[in-house]
């Protein structure tokens, strides 16, 4: 296993279009998150998977986004009739997750997917 | 809620110099682990160092030292040594343990650093 992958990395769609994004976490990693990250700025939380369950959902995440954990392996995060605001770097991470009070598990990303929607 | 807070949008630095990137935290929770992350050009994130609120010592990976002091709330990243492939974004992040926090990771903005020969 090398990581995170994220695919595709590169996304340029019209305004109104849909795009799904793919993620496939590190395969022993049972927590899987989203994030994303516009120029200049750090990553902004989206939404929690454990193993297949959506635990958490920002309020960033408006009603045209979905997300999903098919049997806990692989995510898809959806993004339906896109607009330009949407424009940014869709970051994946997953960690082993060893319980609800472990604070010290590095979140491993992938290389992320970099949208553009003109 | 959790805040982090880099002051430094860029900060430049002589090969083979040291160089401190700054950054302070706010939280009400008594259980947290503060990260480090380089993230190049291409993208990606790169783990670089850990320090967990209740360790004693000041974490340490190869050239990088974290400057933890916890009564501040600060968590400086000290780089020793510079390379020109240290040249990228640093950001520093949150974790706070057990609630309904699942692990997630609360980012500053960052600091750009760029290394001149």
């Known amino acids: 296993d090398t990581g995170v992958s994220q695919d595709p990395r590169h996304k340029i769609t019209k305004r109104g279009q849909n795009v799904t994004f793919r993620c496939d976490p590190i395969s022993e990693h049972n927590r899987l998150y989203w994030y994303r990250q516009t120029l200049g700025q750090g990553p902004e939380f989206l939404t929690y998977?454990?193993?297949?369950?959506?635990?958490?959902k920002s309020r960033l995440l408006s009603d045209r986004f979905s997300a999903e954990r098919p049997k806990g392996s692989f995510s898809t995060l959806e993004i339906q009739r896109t607009e330009q605001g949407d424009s940014a770097m869709y970051l994946c991470?997953?960690?082993?997750?060893?319980?609800?009070?472990?604070?010290?598990?590095?979140?491993?990303f992938g290389q992320g997917t970099r949208l553009t929607v003109v | 809620a959790q805040k982090i807070t880099q002051t430094q949008p860029g900060m430049f630095v002589q090969e083979k110099e040291a160089v401190t990137l700054d950054c302070t935290y706010d939280t009400s929770d008594q259980s947290y682990g503060l990260f480090w992350y380089k993230q190049p050009s291409s993208g990606e994130m790169i783990f670089l160092i850990y320090?967990?609120?209740?360790?004693?010592q000041n974490a340490t990976e190869g050239r990088y030292s974290l400057n933890f002091q916890k009564a501040r709330k600060s968590a400086n990243l000290v780089i020793s040594a510079s390379q020109l492939g240290d040249s990228a974004m640093y950001f520093c992040a949150m974790r706070v343990a057990g609630g309904t926090s699942y692990g997630k990771l609360t980012f500053g903005q960052g600091t750009i650093l760029t290394v001149h020969p």
């Open positions: 320090q967990g609120s209740y360790d004693e």
């Open positions: 991470a997953s960690s082993p997750g060893r319980g609800r009070r472990d604070s010290n598990t590095e979140a491993f």
């Open positions: 998977f454990q193993n297949e369950a959506q635990l958490e």
